[in-house]
């Protein structure tokens, strides 16, 4: 069993600047693939980020690419998401999420589906003004 606790959710402007923090109960953290997802008003959840167990392999949607960085420290039990050059589309509620087995992949398919992560943060809420 893992709980995340999602926080450093706010108000920005567009152009800004925020890094998102998910804390996780539990020993076997480092065991776990990490995904970041959001969901805007109105629309369906939906994937943003993903890292593996260790760290050294991520994977972004391409809206958020080139802007957004996902990362990890194990001893911490922490997953970060640092959002630069935010921009109104990006508002939404933003949660961390934790998948079995390590890896957010397996050969060329990549897993980006709500279904396929097994535990969940309540969300924290990032809003960009224009």
Do not use: H
């Amino acid at each position: 069993q893992v709980q995340l606790v999602e926080s450093g959710g706010g108000l920005v402007q567009a152009g800004g600047s925020l890094r998102l923090s998910c804390a996780a109960s539990g020993r076997t953290f480092s065991s776990y693939a990490m995904g970041w997802f959001r969901q805007a008003p109105g629309k369906e959840r939906e994937f943003v980020a993903a890292i593996d167990w260790s760290g050294s392999s991520t994977y972004y949607v391409d809206s958020v690419k080139g802007r957004f960085t996902i990362s990890r420290d194990n001893a911490k039990n922490t997953v970060y998401l640092q959002m630069n050059s935010l921009k109104p589309e990006d508002t939404a509620v933003y949660y961390c999420a934790a998948r079995r087995g390590g890896t957010y992949y397996r050969g060329s398919y990549y897993y980006t589906k709500n279904y396929e992560y097994d535990y969940w943060g309540q969300g924290t809420q990032v809003t960009v003004s224009s």
